[in-house]
C-alpha cells in the first residue's frame, strides 16, 4: 500500500503535561545537566531500578516508583547530569515524562541480533545482515543506528558467522544456507467476484476528531461499520504516539508512530506494526494485552491519565527497537513468537527471497530469521501466520487475473509452499490489496472500503462494502471474530464471523 505522509500537528495542552508526572516535574542541577534538543533513545537493560523526582550534584532523591512497570515501553531522553553516585537519565516512556533513573539500568556497550539466520540458496537473492540487528547501544545506553555499526560481511548467501561492532560492543549471528524446494501448484482456480474500483491514495477520511478542527483529540465515541452480515465495531483507539511526537524524537528510532502498516490478533494480543514515513523498511512493532486494558478510549490518553493508571498500562504495552519490517503489513502469531513477513513493497515480482521474522513476544526481540520462496516467478506481498509452522499467502497473477491462495510450511529450515486454492478475477482493479487473514476455513482479502470472503479452495463467497473513506491496515482472525484496522486515527475494530 502508500503509505500516509505524517500529519503535523499542533501542540496542545497535553504536550505541556508530557514533561510532568503526577507529582510535577523532576528537578536537577539543571546548570551541570548536558541536554539534548532532541530526544535520544534509550534501551533497558535486564535489571530493575528506582526511579526518583529529583537528582542533585550529590544523588537522586525522591524515589517514587520502578523501572519494572516500563522497561518493555519506547524510552527516551533529553538530559543527564553526573553525580557523587554515578549517571541519572531523565526519562520519558511511551511520551509520558517519568522522572530519573541511574544510567546502569540501560544496556550499555551491547548489540543485540538474530543469531541464527537460515538462507534458502538463491542466486538471485544475497541477504542484508543488518537486517538480524535488534539494536546496538553505546557506553551511555543510547540506541545507534543500525546502519553505523560495523558489520565483518553487508550481504551473505553462503554459511557464514558474521560479526557486528560498535565502540566496545561485539555480537554474532550463525548464518546457514540450505537447498531450495520448490513450492506445488496443482489447486485450479474458482469462479470470482465482478471486478470494481474504489478511491485510491491515502485516507480520504477520518475518524470523528482527528483533524486540524477538533485539535487530533482523542475519540470518546465508538464506530459501528456494518455490511451485510459484518458488523464492525471498535475495540480499541490507539495512542497518536507511543513516543515523543513530531521533531521531539532525534531520528526515526525514536518516533513510534503514526503510520500502522499491519496487524495481527491472538488471544487478546495485539500486533501492530508503526512507521515514520512512507518509504521507511525499518520501524516498531507496538503490542496491546487487550485482556488487562479493558478500556477502548484510555490508551490514547497514556500523557496525561493519572500516574497509577500509565503504571498499569504501560506493563501490559511493548514497543520493539527499530528493526527490519520491510512492508509490515504481514504479521502473525502463535503462542511465544510474533511473525512477520518483511518483502520489499516497491518489488513487484521475480525470483527473490523473502524474509520471515521470528520476534520473542517476551522482549519484542528478532530471535531468528528465515528466507523462502515459493517459485521463481511468485513473489508474495501479503501474507498471515497461524502457527509457529504456518503461513498463508497470497499471491496476485495480475496477468492472468487470477488470486491464489499458498499454505506454506515449515519442516525444520524449509519453509515450502502448496498452493491451496485460487479465485479468477482482480477483485478491486485500482488498488493494492490492505489487508490479508485466514481462519474458520476463509480467507478475508481488504482492499479501501471492500473485504472479500472466500473459502480456502477459492471459492467466492461474499463481498462487503463499506463508506468509511479510510484505509484499512491489515485484518486478522482470532477465534469467531474478524478484527479490522483503520487509519485516522488508528482504530482496531472487530466483527463476529458468520
Do not use: C
Not at 133 to 139: K, Q
Not at 177 to 195: D, M
Not at 236 to 258: K, N, T
Amino acid at each position: 500500500m502508500k503509505r500516509k505522509n505524517s500529519f503535523k500537528l499542533a501542540l496542545v495542552a497535553a504536550a505541556t503535561l508530557a514533561g510532568m508526572s503526577m507529582f510535577g516535574s523532576a528537578k536537577a542541577n539543571t546548570a551541570d545537566a548536558a541536554s539534548f534538543s532532541k530526544a535520544v533513545t534509550k534501551i533497558a537493560g535486564n535489571k530493575d531500578y528506582a526511579i526518583y523526582h529529583n537528582v542533585t550534584s550529590n544523588g537522586p532523591s525522591g524515589k517514587f516508583t520502578s523501572t519494572r512497570y516500563f522497561k518493555y515501553g519506547q524510552i527516551q531522553s533529553k538530559r543527564y547530569l553526573s553525580t557523587k553516585k554515578g549517571t541519572f537519565w531523565d526519562i520519558y516512556v511511551n511520551g509520558r515524562h517519568v522522572g530519573w533513573v541511574d544510567q546502569n539500568f540501560f544496556a550499555r556497550n551491547t548489540i543485540s541480533v538474530a543469531k541464527e539466520v537460515s538462507l534458502v540458496q538463491n542466486p538471485s537473492y544475497s541477504f542484508s545482515t543488518r537486517d538480524a540487528i535488534n539494536y546496538a547501544t553505546n557506553s551511555q545506553g543510547t540506541a545507534i543506528n543500525p546502519d553505523k555499526v560495523s558489520v565483518s560481511q553487508e550481504n551473505v548467501s553462503s554459511n557464514a558467522t558474521v560479526t557486528y561492532t560498535y565502540g566496545k560492543a561485539k555480537a554474532t549471528t550463525t548464518v546457514t544456507v540450505h537447498p531450495w524446494q520448490e513450492g506445488y501448484s496443482s489447486a485450479s482456480a474458482k469462479p470470482g467476484f465482478k471486478n470494481t474500483t474504489t478511491w485510491t491514495g491515502g485516507s480520504k477520511g477520518s475518524s470523528r476528531n482527528w483533524n486540524a478542527a477538533a485539535g487530533y483529540r482523542s475519540e470518546t465515541r465508538s464506530n459501528t461499520f456494518k455490511s451485510g452480515d459484518l458488523t464492525l465495531k471498535t475495540k480499541l483507539f490507539e495512542p497518536r504516539f507511543l513516543s515523543l511526537g513530531y521533531d521531539e524524537a532525534g531520528d526515526a528510532m525514536g518516533q513510534v508512530g503514526v503510520i500502522p502498516e499491519g496487524m495481527s490478533m491472538r488471544g487478546g494480543l495485539f500486533v501492530t506494526s508503526l512507521f515514520t514515513s512512507n518509504s521507511a523498511s525499518r520501524g516498531h512493532l507496538a503490542s496491546y494485552n487487550l485482556n488487562a486494558i479493558k478500556s477502548k478510549y484510555a490508551a490514547q490518553n497514556l500523557t496525561t491519565m493519572s500516574f497509577g493508571s500509565f503504571k498499569s498500562y504501560s506493563k501490559n504495552i511493548k514497543v520493539s527497537p527499530y528493526i527490519k519490517l520491510g512492508h509490515g503489513q504481514s504479521l502473525g502469531q502463535s503462542a511465544s513468537y510474533i511473525y512477520v513477513m518483511a518483502n520489499e513493497n516497491k518489488y513487484k515480482n521475480g525470483p527473490k527471497s523473502e524474509e520471515i521474522l521470528q520476534i520473542r513476544k517476551s522482549d519484542m526481540q528478532i530471535e531468528k530469521i528465515w528466507t523462502f520462496k515459493i517459485a521463481n516467478n511468485r513473489y508474495i506481498h501479503n501474507a498471515t501466520f497461524t502457527d509457529d509452522g504456518t503461513m498463508y499467502a497470497l499471491f496476485h497473477n495480475g496477468a492472468n487475473h487470477l488470486y491464489e491462495y499458498w499454505r506454506v510450511s515449515r519442516s525444520g529450515d524449509n519453509w515450502v509452499g502448496t498452493k491451496v486454492g485460487a479465485t479468477k478475477g482482480d477483485f478491486i482493479t485500482n488498488s493494492p490489496v490492505q489487508g490479508f487473514a485466514y481462519g474458520n476455513g476463509y480467507f478475508f482479502v481488504g482492499f479501501n472500503d471492500h473485504i472479500f470472503k472466500v473459502r480456502t479452495d477459492g471459492t467466492a463467497v461474499k463481498q462487503y462494502k463499506f463508506n468509511t473513506r479510510r484505509e484499512i491496515e491489515g485484518m486478522a482472525v482470532d477465534g469467531d471474530n474478524l478484527y479490522v484496522q483503520f487509519a485516522q486515527r488508528s482504530e482496531l475494530t472487530a466483527s463476529k464471523i458468520k
